[in-house]
């Protein structure tokens, strides 16, 4: 089981990579944020238990070089951490509705699954105003977290519910708000063009 296992993301990693052409031949593509809005409450009272995560200030500046090599890491990340989380929500963990963690014990829910690609990636150098925590919904009406990579190419996805690193044009979430590229403890409002959907606090 474990081999085929790591056959199968051998193999998404490999399709991953051949994807690097077609993201670098699609052109940038960013996402157009507003003003400033609420904080989800997960990630409030997350900062509360670890201050240090949500005091990263990152001047104003483009985003990181998406070069062959980062990619290949950012695959690689994204592949490792969906692969060794178990997905369990925050009722079962905690005993209570959104509560934001590393997945430290091997289980998580989405946004778990999302801070710990952020630390990871965080880890080799990326910036933390790249990295950014991102609450989307679902196209059946259910909230998400996501993690948004800011890159030279554009803005791309790393999401527990698909094994591939897309643009976030190309997935089916309608975006609502996510942290500040320059205040890793402010949140601001997205307008992807796709649907007038106003964010709110999950």
Same mark, same amino acid.
């Given at each position: ?99 934001? =963690?590393?997945? +430290? *014990? #091997? ?12 630390? /990871? ?58 942290? =500040?590229?320059? +205040? *890793? #403890? ?12 106003? /964010?709110?606090?999950?």
């Amino acid at each position: 089981m474990k081999k085929t296992r790591g056959k199968l993301l051998l193999l998404a990693m490999a399709m991953q990579l051949t994807a690097w052409g077609t993201a670098y031949a699609a052109g940038p593509a960013f996402m157009h944020t507003g003003s400033r809005t609420t904080q989800p409450v997960g990630h409030y009272e997350f900062c509360q238990k670890i201050p240090q995560e949500c005091n990263e200030r990152t001047p104003k500046q483009a985003p990181v070089e998406l070069t062959r090599k980062l990619w290949a890491k950012i695959v690689s990340i994204n592949n490792s951490v969906n692969t060794r989380i178990t997905p369990r929500t925050d009722m079962e963990l905690w005993g209570k509705e959104e509560v934001w =963690s590393y997945p +430290n *014990s #091997g289980f998580g829910d989405c946004e778990d699954y999302a801070l710990e690609k952020r630390r /990871a990636l965080m880890n080799i150098g990326i910036p933390a105003g790249d990295l950014l925590m991102t609450v989307a919904r679902q196209p059946n009406g259910d909230g998400h977290a996501v993690l948004t990579v800011r890159t030279s190419l554009g803005e791309f996805i790393l999401d527990n519910l698909e094994t591939r690193v897309l643009s976030w044009t190309n997935t089916d979430y309608t975006y609502l708000k996510r942290q =500040s590229s320059q +205040n *890793s #403890g402010a949140w601001v409002t997205i307008n992807d063009g796709r649907s007038d959907a106003v /964010a709110s606090v999950r």
